[in-house]
């Protein structure tokens, strides 16, 4: 199967026409004119010849044209577009600084050429506007990013108000996160209330849910990546916003002027500051012990740069961020009793980046990156024991347990862009990563103390032992054109080791389109992938308690394969549509046991309790999106199947996943009533989830219930099947208004808005009243169920102040 890949590979590579005129290259930055910030994926498009490109993720363009008049127009999604005539004789540097349209206040902003998504070869990508993001009404004023993806189609969220996302039937685990390039292993804060992404250090927001580019990899559903601002070269800036929960500070602004910047974006929830005098209060009360709580987030990002030359260019970014629950119990008699508990998880990642242009035709980038994500839980006493030694000292004991899991990755990335010729647009790059795991590990101490004397009972540490792999990576692509023909091929080819054993997965990749009359465009995609890393996870919400886990000798690594085909068109320079059908075939898919999880018993291996089985998931999107004029918005509608099998459940037959949504509508509407007032509405509709319901229970006598643990009694089910019932339906109403103030060196917004305006009941999950109904044939006593749906989002009023200067 392989071998026919290649060849289609190879065909596609160089079936084009051999070239005999002379050509040269046009290379450069396209920057932001005001911030000196350089523009990532702008278009430059040569009217006479009608080739375009785009610039890469550090604002660089190449593009091959031959000697002559050429007539180069650069656009961006916001910015006034620039244009350039003049006669190529030679390989010329031309950077290009546009100006953002909010600085002409009467200016509206209009693509003048056929648009990026009739005539990029790349399907199911969607770029999010961040001033989009910023517009969408908040929960509790907190604007997300994930919220807003949630509205894209193909792509669902969990239960009500969670941030997770499952794209074209795909697992939570299944999804690149990526900041600056560097994946990100836990995306969410407050059970998965809130993202970690913060909009206001964002300037892009990509995401891809079908056949990503062979430069992606490791993950089988989609690609989302947010790239930070590199900050103001001229001035020094700050934003920031107040909301009910958190409040959050943007700073950035040049270190050198003309060589140096930097950014630095803070955010951090004041709930315990805020409930402070209250507990201090419940102190002041109690005579016999008091209570400091623990509860609260945070996000810190920092990024800066540094020019050497106009051909070498250094980057650093940083990400840390961080959830802490628990509280510390002191007794106020017994002054060295206490007993404390705390649970606190997060991520920590930076990369730095080496830019070099080696020639006009030239790219490279060379990356060094680190991410980590830990969960950590600590159980603390002290005690105090009324034994007494001759000297009357009093006998002290602390013990504690620590109970931690994690994954941390290390890795080095060269990627080289090359443009040679005005049809080719090849970019290749490899890979060396190194992963860590730490499933679950517990430590366990216990001292004692009594006058000058001290000593230590148990010091242990229990658990698996840790785990790492090693993952190498290499890939090769090329942008072809041909006529009407445009097609982004590649291949990604990855070797993997874990102790005794090796795999290795050769993937191709295709995406093409055929430009059609009155700008209407034909795709076709093709892709396959290779996910080696697994997420072990308990439920729908989003726990810390879940686990990443290798593939291993044992645990196969998740395969899929998924083509699509589609088509997109421009109205009006204005409204840009596509509808696109897709079908994705999964196997190896990675679940626990029906009853067991690790937190059961971790003294069992992991790979004991975890089942594979195989995913199918097909369905239509349809995507309508206005970017221009007083109205923008768009509308997405989404029909889909998604199944799940594994032998071990449901008799070996395929089911409905937990996340499977036949219908998904959403309206994201944003009207400008005047140069100071906008409103937003957002409204979305879902069926509802699939749920395993039984008709009745009844209890038997069953001395061994699996290989694990023994119960006497057990409380039996009896569905028909696995998801054969389904929740009620999923539909919300969100509202806001914003109100801009501006003034010489200060712009004013405040937002305020309702989630969930017309107050429906969505269904969370379930309670279960029991009633005695008899017995059966054979005696058991049988139990009818009632089911009553339980919602807990009523109307939810909010407040937003935004600010920036």
Known sequence: MYSMHMKWLVWLFFCTPLWSQQYFTISGYVRDSSSDERLVYAHIYEKRSQVGTTTNGFGFYSITLPAGKVHLEYSYIGYLPEERTFTLRRDTQIDIWLTNSAVLKEVEVRAKRIDDIVEKPQMSEINVPVHIVNSLPAFLGEVDVLRAVQLLPGVIGGNELQTGIHVRGGSPDQNLYLIDGVPVYHVSHLLGLFSIFNPDALSRINLIKGAYPARYGGRLSSVLEVYLKDGHAYDHKASGSIGLLSSQLTLNGPIEKGKSTYLISARRTFTDLLFLPIWETINLSSSESKIYPRNHFYDFYFKTNYTLDKRNKLYFSLYTGKDRYGLRIKYIDLSKVSAEYDLSWGNTLFVLRWNYQLNPRVFSNVSATYTTYDLNTFLGFNIAWFSFDSQDRALYEEFTIKYGSGIRDLGLHWDVQYNPHPNHDIRSGVSLIHHRYIPTEIKVKRTWEQGNTSGTTIDTTIGPPRQSSFELNAYVEDDIRWKQFRFNTGM????????????????????????????????????????????????????????????????????????????????????????????????????????????????????????????????????????????????SYTLAWNYRQFDQINGGRPFPYDFDRRHDFTILLNYKLSKRWAITSSWFYGTGYPITLPKHKFSIFSPIVHEYTLSPFVLMVTPESINNFRLPAHHRLDLSIQYLWQRKWWTHKFILGVINAYIHPNPVYLTSDIDFAGFDNQGNPIYDIQYTQISLLPLVPFFTYQFEF
């Open 492 to 635: 990604r080819f990855t070797l993997y080791n874990v102790p005794n054993k090796w795999y290795y997965s050769v993937e191709p990749r295709l995406s093409g389109r055929l430009l059609l009359p009155r700008k209407w465009s034909l795709k076709l995609s093709y892709a396959q992938t290779t996910q080696y890393i697994n997420l072990l996870t308990s439920g729908a919400y989003s726990l810390p308690t879940d686990i990443w886990v290798p593939s291993t000798a044992r645990i196969r690594p998740q395969r899929a394969w998924q083509v699509a085909a589609g088509v997109a068109k421009i109205w009006q320079r204005t409204y840009e549509f596509s509808i696109e059908a897709y079908y994705k075939r999964m196997k190896n898919i990675l679940d626990y046991v029906p009853g067991l999880s690790y937190g059961d018993d971790i003294f069992v291996d992991w790979q004991k309790i975890v089942m594979q089985g195989n995913g199918e998931s097909y369905g239509l999107e349809v995507f309508l999106q206005k970017k221009y004029g007083d109205l923008t918005g768009w509308m």
